[in-house]
């Protein structure tokens, strides 16, 4: 054919079998044909509707539907076609157990580090989904790839990652339009998580996502309902030309599964009551009646030990009160017998070795190999009893033990004797200085390895009521029970007992926070907010059974306050 302007010849214009067939022409005859104009209006919706979500039904997400999420992701943008994004599919209990730990430990840290009122927001927002939902994806980052053989990374060494987050806004989306909800969680230390799920060198996480049947039909964003921020205007982070500034952040125990979790909500949400109206104590409910054994009147287990340690002057009584207190414990007229009454439970003493002053921390280990595993194994026989009679709250008793427990923690949370010791009971400013000296002799007489075996802290810088309480918590826990705590001696006994069973930790409950200097720390480890702050400095249980009163109070609300009508 012959083009009538220049008399050539015209030819077919080649049009490839593949890759882009439109021409030149077209596209400047129509600039907007490649639009979906059918699909923008739900498109619109699907963006709009997107929400953070934690509040999941345990109901299982159909392969399908899980292989369309993954997929979009992996059809995410990314720098140099480099398609750096891994997917962790996690469904073991025992690894989401041990994630949902890692981020209510740093939670709480967090929190620490604000303000009042905005430590207070962040503690309220609930971040539950890591047990709740069905499905946990970590989202990995594959680095191994030198930034300068990546097209596009030698200048911005970490589009890789932002490639990735690209691929998260994908699944978030497309899990949306299929009616799933996702939630994003952050709150973890990087190398924690990546050690949890073994990821080599070189490869790193951005957060996990909690994907599942929503449990909730949020209007606007969670934090923005909360009251946590706002939606700014779009003008307000828009600029032209340039920048303007404008006004403007593995156990072998199990905790409850999603079902039994997302049930134990169910329940209360029928309740006659706002959502969260309890507070603290809505959350400790939600996870503590999700438990099979709660019903009954519960016991104090009260464990009494005496110190050698005594001998270097760290305390300021005698060691002949710890058989006193004992003694008045067994009669039930000690300060923890007489909460213990008052709160409905019973009493358990245990005798772990008064008048028997064993191994001083400082020239030898506190018990030998066979009593520490006699001990233990005691303990985590008599936690077993109790699981199914109830609430059991911890106490003990033992002049020095806060040394002990101070060398403990110290060791379990690798702290220094400036940071863990506190006045126990009366101290000056000399004893205070010599049990600091003798907490960081009894640390130098253990090496690295073994401050990261709770067996030899235990055995070797803890005492005989330490290693009966991390047995009562090991026994409870795998009865099904949940056992409330009381100072930083039991606190430290428990973080033994969750160093060694991790599943534990879904069985704890802060019963208060004392005035030990290390016992905060403590409990930010093992994830936990205490129920009661009331400087208490009695020790045998005190804290602990009136914790327990409050807690069965409050299950008494959950059973008899009035219902709503069932939608």
């Not at 021409?23 to 400047?28: D, F, G, V």
């Not at 730990?101 to 989904?129: I, K, Y």
């Not at 190999?369 to 699981?387: F, I, K, S």
């Amino acid at each position: 054919m012959a083009d009538p302007m220049t008399d050539r010849l015209t030819y077919a214009r080649p049009v490839p079998t593949i890759g882009d067939a439109s021409t030149a022409a077209e596209r400047a005859l129509a600039p907007d044909a490649w639009a979906l104009p059918d699909d923008l209006a739900s498109l619109e919706r699907v963006v709009g509707a997107r929400r953070d979500i934690r509040r999941f039904r345990p109901d299982p997400v159909p392969d399908d539907v899980l292989t369309a999420v993954l997929t979009a992701g992996h059809r995410g943008p990314s720098v140099g076609h480099s398609q750096p994004w891994r997917f962790v599919v996690v469904t073991e209990p025992a690894t989401r157990d041990a994630a949902a730990l890692m981020a209510d430990r740093c939670r709480l840290r967090q929190a620490a580090g604000m303000t009042e009122e905005s430590a207070r927001g962040l503690l309220d927002l609930r971040l539950e989904g890591i047990r709740e939902a069905p499905l946990g994806i970590v989202v990995a980052c594959d680095r191994r790839t030198p930034a300068a053989g990546v097209l596009g990374r030698a200048t911005f060494p970490d589009a890789d990652l932002w490639s990735c987050a690209a691929a998260i806004e994908n699944i978030w989306l497309t899990a949306r339009a299929h009616g799933l909800g996702l939630g994003w969680v952050t709150l973890f230390e990087p190398a924690e998580l990546a050690d949890l799920l073994g990821l080599p060198d070189g490869v790193e996480t951005l957060g996990w996502l909690c994907l599942g049947w929503p449990d909730e039909r949020p209007p606007e964003p969670g934090l923005e309902r909360a009251g946590w921020s706002r939606r700014v205007p779009l003008e307000q982070v828009v600029m032209r030309e340039r920048w303007t500034e404008r006004d403007a952040p593995p156990s072998h125990l199990r905790a409850p599964g999603p079902d039994a979790l997302v049930g134990a909500r169910d329940r209360s949400d029928a309740l006659l009551t706002v959502p969260g109206s309890l507070g603290v104590l809505d959350t400790v409910l939600d996870r503590v009646t999700a438990l099979t054994a709660v019903d009954g009147p519960g016991t104090l287990v009260v464990a009494a030990a005496d110190h050698a340690v005594t001998a270097y002057g760290v305390s300021a009584f005698d060691a002949s009160v710890t058989a006193d207190v004992a003694r008045a414990t067994r009669e039930g007229t000690s300060m923890g017998a007489v909460a213990a009454r008052a709160a409905g439970l019973g009493v358990e003493l245990v005798d772990a070795g008064i008048r028997c002053r064993r191994g001083d921390l400082v020239t030898t280990d506190a018990l030998d190999e066979p009593t520490y595993a006699a001990l233990l194994a005691r303990g985590r026989e008599l936690g077993r009893a109790l699981a199914d009679d109830g609430l059991v709250a911890l106490g003990e008793v033992g002049v020095g033990n806060t040394t002990v427990a101070a060398t403990v923690a110290a060791a379990l949370l690798d702290a220094t004797a400036d940071t863990v010791v506190g006045r126990g009971s009366s101290a000056d400013a000399a004893m205070m200085q010599r049990k600091r000296d003798v907490v960081e002799l009894a640390l130098a007489r253990v090496t690295s390895a073994e401050r990261r075996d709770p067996h030899a802290v235990l055995r070797r810088l803890g005492g005989g009521e330490l290693a009966v309480l991390a047995g009562v918590v090991l026994g409870v826990a795998e009865g099904g029970g949940v056992v409330v705590l009381d100072g930083l001696a039991t606190s430290v006994a428990a973080l033994a007992a969750v160093r060694l069973e991790p599943g534990c930790a879904a069985h704890l409950v802060a019963g208060q926070r004392s005035r030990e200097r290390a016992h905060a720390d403590v409990l930010r480890e093992l994830g936990l907010e205490a129920l009661l702050d009331l400087r208490i400095r009695a020790g045998e249980g005190v804290g602990a059974a009136l914790a327990t009163g409050l807690l069965k109070d409050a299950m008494r609300l959950r059973r008899e306050v009035a219902r709503t009508s069932a939608v």
